[in-house]
């Protein structure tokens, strides 16, 4: 094993609050205050999917229009002062200062390549990584595994099977399974561990500070 690969929210960042809240954001500004819409599922996928799905149990037909202005508002919300809307999950600052002494440490997210760079680098964390890879235009959202293919490419990692992907839910799972690389969950994200369990990882940790113990011989 000699590259670990983190998804960000539910992962790295406690930023269920801040998402849940850009979110209704974003809805009032596009004119569907207060639409309700499953909080459970929407810190889990992309945010596409969340006003599609949400249209379609709600007999509600959202155009493309306003799907593109729902993202941008969303994005430029949750990312204003990010610092004081999240915070890293207990043990994240000590335990990438550890796993950085054996690996190589890259994130990849479904938000923005930008978007991430800029919140990871206001809550002091942007200096773990050697690459930070969102899911940006022309590129297929999770579980497909293409930030994955991305990310090893900008390392010049060709070797999947030599990497680890974290993330809290069932779709970062099957992104590694996937792209070839040992899948990882973290049960203390969004998803929890039943959810997590059902697709089964090759490793589910508890705390931030697990993945000392699981992968202390690089």
């Not at 499953?38 to 999917?49: E, I, N």
């Not at 997210?109 to 235009?137: C, N, P, R, V, Y």
């Not at 040992?182 to 500070?209: Q, T």
């Amino acid at each position: 094993m000699r590259t670990l690969i983190f998804d960000l929210d539910g992962t790295l960042l406690d930023s269920k609050q801040s998402i849940l809240t850009s979110i209704d954001f974003a809805l009032n500004e596009i004119g569907h205050k207060g639409l309700s819409y499953d909080k459970r599922q929407a810190v889990q996928q992309d945010l596409a999917t969340t006003l599609k799905k949400t249209g379609d149990l709600l007999g509600i037909s959202f155009s493309e229009h306003q799907i593109a202005s729902f993202i941008a508002i969303y994005r430029k919300h949750h990312s204003t002062s990010p610092e004081k809307t999240m915070v890293a999950y207990e043990g994240v600052q000590d335990g990438l200062l550890e796993l950085k002494k054996n690996f190589t440490l890259a994130v990849a997210t479904t938000k923005h390549t930008a978007q991430a760079e800029l919140i990871l680098q206001k809550l002091k964390l942007d200096h773990f990584f050697d690459h930070i890879q969102g899911t940006d235009s022309g590129m297929k959202y999770k579980p497909a595994p293409d930030i994955l293919f991305h990310t090893l490419k900008m390392l010049g990692n060709s070797e999947a099977n030599l990497s680890a992907y974290i993330g809290d839910s069932v779709h970062d799972m099957a992104a590694a399974k996937a792209a070839g690389m040992r899948s990882v969950g973290a049960a203390y994200g969004f998803s929890g561990s039943e959810e997590l369990k059902a697709i089964s990882p090759d490793h589910l940790i508890h705390e931030f500070k697990d993945l000392l113990s699981l992968f202390n011989n690089p």
